[in-house]
């Protein structure tokens, strides 16, 4: 079992900056698939960005260049730095650990990301 408490949400203007902490229970990297998802009022959950248990980095189309996801091993911990961001990235951002050959998947609980002026 993993616990995950993202933190670090907040209102933002457009072109400012803002860092998203993923807090998680247990050692995570090289073990399970990291993830930032968001889900906006109305719209599926989707991938924002990835690092993978291999060290792979995955981002979806829209994020690129002006997000980065990142961790730190020894506080068990996922970041998303958010630069640049738009109204359009207004969601609410989960944390999720996962390990699909085990059919485990855990989430946070989510924390709201305004973008606003």
Known sequence: QVQLVESGGGLVQPGGSLRLFCA???SI?????????RQAPGKQRELVAVITSGGGLNYADSVKGRFTISGDTAENTLYLQMNSP?????AV??????????RESYWGQGTQVTVSS
């Open 24 to 26: 998680a229970s247990t």
């Open 93 to 102: 951002y989960y944390c999720n650990a996962q390990r699909q050959l085990f």
């Open 29 to 37: 990297f090289s073990v399970y698939d990291m993830g930032w998802y």
């Open 86 to 90: 738009k109204p359009k990235d207004t």
